[in-house]
């Protein structure tokens, strides 16, 4: 893990009271840079969910080699939209939202913008449903205005029946059942399908770092599985071109950029959780990202002298439940959560030789374990450049938005 300055982010912040959220602008424009090198010219459609954050998001847009969101859910699609961020946007995930729905509906000029995923005829009737277009009849579908529809195929590896190795996604998994999804998509009034996308959880989500045998394994798994994928995925992508005119094939994550990229049926990667550096991708052998993003919590008491406890804490990340994700002290060194306690509600407490040191109204500096998880416990980061806040930009909470 690369070192933090905590030291200038003290002095940024002097005047400002913790709990508190920055943002190294260095590490973080260093981070982007980075994924862009290893995209290798394949642009980037940056992962609205691990930012979180309007202002970066549309830092990063001006950035060559980035093009367009990759969003999270329909409302903060149509949300971004309107404020002017991006004209491009792809939500990764199904809707059922009614009335995020309709309001898709009455908005020609956002429907040009944004392209929602399916990945079953469920999802086309759920629509209908919606916009009270349910139910056949002469002439087929009720009709609605033209939705703009993404085909999202499960990336998975399958090596032996019953054996699945990654993420729950869409039920599309052969280039046969993508073709045949794709052709009742075409024959729906008010479905338009112009792009695919396929997520390699098991690669891009997974640390590969250690030298254990279980570190070893899945080194492996990850070299099997990313050439199965292309293969598959390039079948796939060629049957689906068969039925549609595709605009975008969509790939990858911050951990699979390289593998992602080297395959010719991906027009575009997806990115988001390397721009800001998480705890989470300290294993890695793939890359090294700046951690750019942290958070200071204010010492509030000494139970012991070699302990300290901070206010607040539980900044717990999402997934399966595990040591990994919890925050992670940084600065000073040498401190580390205890056991039997790690990060909580309204305390926290550090120990450590450090903890000697630190008294009530001393900071200690933060990690969190996943990227834009961090938005949701902090109305705003201060943008830092140095010594000193270039800018104090909020953060969806901070809008009095919440889309999950």
């Given at each position: 893990?690369?070192?933090?300055?905590?030291?200038?982010?003290?002095?940024?912040?002097?005047?400002?009271?913790?709990?508190?959220?920055?943002?190294?602008?260095?590490?973080?424009?260093?981070?982007?840079r980075d994924l862009t090198?290893?995209?290798?010219?394949?642009?980037?459609?940056?992962?609205?969910?691990?930012?979180?954050?309007?202002?970066?998001?549309?830092?990063?847009?001006?950035?060559?080699?980035?093009?367009?969101?990759?969003?999270?859910?329909?409302?903060?699609?149509?949300?971004?939209?309107?404020?002017?961020?991006?004209?491009?946007?792809?939500?990764?995930?199904?809707?059922?939202?009614?009335?995020?729905?309709?309001?898709?509906?009455?908005?020609?000029?956002?429907?040009?913008?944004?392209?929602?995923m399916v990945d079953s005829?469920?999802?086309?009737?759920?629509?209908?449903?919606?916009?009270?277009?349910?139910?056949?009849?002469?002439?087929?579908?009720?009709?609605?205005?033209?939705?703009?529809?993404?085909?999202?195929?499960?990336?998975?590896?399958?090596?032996?029946?019953?054996?699945?190795?990654?993420?729950?996604?869409?039920?599309?998994?052969?280039?046969?059942?993508?073709?045949?999804?794709?052709?009742?998509?075409?024959?729906?009034?008010?479905?338009?399908?112009?792009?695919?996308?396929?997520?390699?959880?098991?690669?891009?989500?997974?640390?590969?770092?250690?030298?254990?045998?279980?570190?070893?394994?899945?080194?492996?798994?990850?070299?099997?599985?990313?050439?199965?994928?292309?293969?598959?995925?390039?079948?796939?992508?060629?049957?689906?071109?068969?039925?549609?005119?595709?605009?975008?094939?969509?790939?990858?994550?911050?951990?699979?950029?390289?593998?992602?990229?080297?395959?010719?049926?991906?027009?575009?990667?997806?990115?988001?959780?390397?721009?800001?550096?998480?705890?989470?991708?300290?294993?890695?052998?793939?890359?090294?990202?700046?951690?750019?993003?942290?958070?200071?919590?204010?010492?509030?008491?000494?139970?012991?002298?070699?302990?300290?406890?901070?206010?607040?804490?539980?900044?717990?990340?999402?997934?399966?439940?595990?040591?990994?994700?919890?925050?992670?002290?940084?600065?000073?060194?040498?401190?580390?959560?205890?056991?039997?306690?790690?990060?909580?509600?309204?305390?926290?407490?550090?120990?450590?030789?450090?903890?000697?040191?630190?008294?009530?109204?001393?900071?200690?500096?933060?990690?969190?374990?996943?990227?834009?998880?961090?938005?949701?416990?902090?109305?705003?980061?201060?943008?830092?450049?140095?010594?000193?806040?270039?800018?104090?930009?909020?953060?969806?909470?901070?809008?009095?938005?919440?889309?999950?």
């Open positions: 893990m690369s070192t933090v300055n905590a030291a200038a982010y003290d002095a940024a912040t002097q005047d400002l009271d913790p709990p508190l959220a920055v943002v190294d602008l260095d590490a973080f424009d260093a981070n982007a090198r290893r995209a290798g010219g394949v642009p980037i459609r940056v992962a609205s969910k691990s930012v979180r954050c309007r202002a970066l998001l549309e830092r990063t847009l001006t950035i060559p080699g980035y093009a367009g969101l990759l969003c999270y859910s329909l409302p903060e699609a149509l949300w971004l939209y309107r404020c002017g961020v991006s004209s491009d946007l792809v939500v990764a995930y199904p809707t059922v939202d009614h009335a995020a729905l309709r309001t898709l509906a009455t908005d020609d000029a956002a429907r040009a913008a944004i392209t929602i005829t469920e999802h086309l009737d759920a629509i209908d449903a919606a916009l009270g277009a349910g139910g056949r009849g002469a002439d087929g579908w009720g009709a609605h205005p033209e939705f703009r529809v993404a085909l999202d195929l499960d990336a998975s590896w399958r090596p032996v029946p019953r054996l699945h190795v990654g993420t729950r996604r869409s039920p599309v998994f052969r280039p046969r059942s993508a073709q045949q999804l794709a052709s009742r998509i075409a024959e729906r009034r008010g479905f338009r399908l112009v792009g695919m996308m396929a997520y390699e959880g098991q690669i891009a989500g997974v640390p590969d770092g250690g030298r254990g045998l279980e570190a070893r394994i899945v080194r492996w798994v990850q070299r099997r599985s990313a050439a199965e994928l292309a293969q598959r995925r390039g079948e796939a992508v060629a049957a689906v071109r068969r039925v549609a005119d595709l605009e975008f094939v969509n790939g990858g994550g911050t951990g699979s950029i390289e593998s992602t990229a080297a395959d010719p049926s991906v027009t575009e990667l997806a990115a988001g959780s390397g721009l800001l550096g998480p705890g989470l991708f300290d294993s890695y052998t793939r890359f090294s990202p700046a951690p750019a993003a942290l958070f200071a919590l204010p010492v509030v008491r000494r139970p012991a002298r070699d302990i300290v406890t901070v206010f607040a804490g539980g900044y717990v990340a999402s997934g399966k439940a595990a040591p990994s994700r919890l925050p992670a002290p940084v600065a000073p060194a040498g401190l580390r959560l205890l056991g039997v306690e790690g990060a909580g509600e309204v305390q926290t407490p550090v120990t450590g030789t450090a903890a000697r040191d630190l008294g009530p109204g001393d900071r200690v500096w933060f990690r969190h374990a996943k990227a834009g998880e961090l938005a949701e416990r902090f109305p705003e980061y201060h943008l830092v450049r140095g010594s000193r806040i270039e800018r104090t930009a909020p953060t969806y909470r901070g809008e009095a938005k919440s889309f999950g």
